[in-house]
């Protein structure tokens, strides 16, 4: 399941003006995209308490998920180096989605 799907189905609601289909087609430098994780990445800050940090990291970039705003726990923290900063935000989101799920 796509990234944009699967947080519709976790309770999110997108806010450009393609559906969820057309966003999932567009590749990850279109701005529309861009625009959508953004909202994802707020949404899961300001409701479920899950901050992602996007890094510039030793081959390129990665990401830090912090639960709770626990910024001490390392067990609540992950990181994949080696992306450009969109697709380390994108393996981000869906890692930060995969958390919902469980709960």
């Not at 970039?61 to 380390?88: L, M, P």
Request: hydrophobic share 35%; charged share 25%.
């Amino acid at each position: 399941m796509d990234l944009l799907q699967k947080a519709s189905k976790l309770g999110y609601k997108h806010y450009t003006e393609f559906t969820l289909e057309e966003l999932d087609k567009l590749p990850i430098t279109n701005p529309s995209k861009q625009i959508e994780y953004y909202f994802i990445q707020k949404w899961l800050r300001e409701i479920h308490s899950i901050d992602i940090t996007i890094a510039l990291i030793a081959n390129g970039y990665g990401f830090y998920i912090h639960k709770n705003r626990d910024y001490t726990n390392d067990g609540d923290n992950y990181g994949v180096s080696g992306h450009t900063y969109e697709i380390a935000l994108e393996k981000g989101l869906q890692e930060a989605l995969k958390l919902i799920e469980i709960v």
